[in-house]
Structure formats: structure tokens, C-alpha cells
């Protein structure tokens, strides 16, 4: 147990270290379109879960979530001037009803047998 801890303590930690890198390279580098950073972080997000699947650790259904719906929604922005595709992504905002709604799926998940002794 302790071994697998470690070893998720070590992909999160160069997950981390993508993160950051990505990061700082959207930055250095203003004419990359916005699309890849958010491209990146999906491939980041679903590469730490296949790394961790592949190790027999468990998968985190929030990162991976999050993993696809940035690589969808990047890979929309990249290919709409191809398309003539004019939208705007309210990427924040979609990302903060992800992650309210997974929040909230995971704790009723969690807590299911408590909430059917509770009587409201």
C-alpha cells in the first residue's frame, strides 16, 4: 500500500511538473493559440490516469473527466476557423459546473447509506 501511495505521490508530482511547463511555454510563446494549453492539460490529465491504470492504482474519474472535456473543447477551438465555427467556450464556467457536479456526484455516492437512514 504504501509503495502504491508513493508511486501516485510520484506521477501527480510530474503531472504537476507538466502542468507548469505547458504553462510557461503558452506564455513565453503568445503566438500559440490559446487551444494548446487547454489541449495540453488534457493530455496531461488522461496520461496520469492511463499511468496510473497501468500500474493497477486507481483512476480518478474527475481528472479523467476533466482530461476529455479539455481535450474537446481545445480540439473544438482549434479546428473552428477550418469549419467557420464562430463560439465562444465559457471555459470557465463549464469547468466550474464540472467540477461542483463531480463534487456532488462523488460525496452522495460516498455517503448513500447515510442519506437513506436520514429522514429530511
Do not use: D, H
Amino acid at each position: 500500500m504504501e509503495n502504491a501511495n508513493k508511486l501516485n505521490q510520484i506521477f501527480e508530482a510530474i503531472s504537476w511538473g507538466a502542468f507548469f511547463v505547458l504553462w510557461g511555454i503558452t506564455i513565453l510563446f503568445t503566438s500559440l493559440p490559446n487551444a494548446i494549453g487547454t489541449v495540453g492539460i488534457g493530455l496531461i490529465l488522461i496520461s496520469l490516469n492511463v499511468a496510473r491504470s497501468r500500474n493497477g492504482l486507481p483512476v480518478s474519474v474527475f481528472s479523467t473527466t476533466l482530461g476529455i472535456l479539455a481535450l474537446l473543447l481545445g480540439g473544438l477551438e482549434l479546428i473552428s476557423p477550418y469549419f467557420n465555427i464562430s463560439f465562444e467556450i465559457p471555459y470557465f464556467a463549464i469547468l466550474l459546473i464540472v467540477f461542483g457536479g463531480s463534487l456532488i456526484t462523488r460525496q452522495l455516492k460516498e455517503n448513500r447509506n447515510l442519506f437513506k437512514k436520514t429522514q429530511f
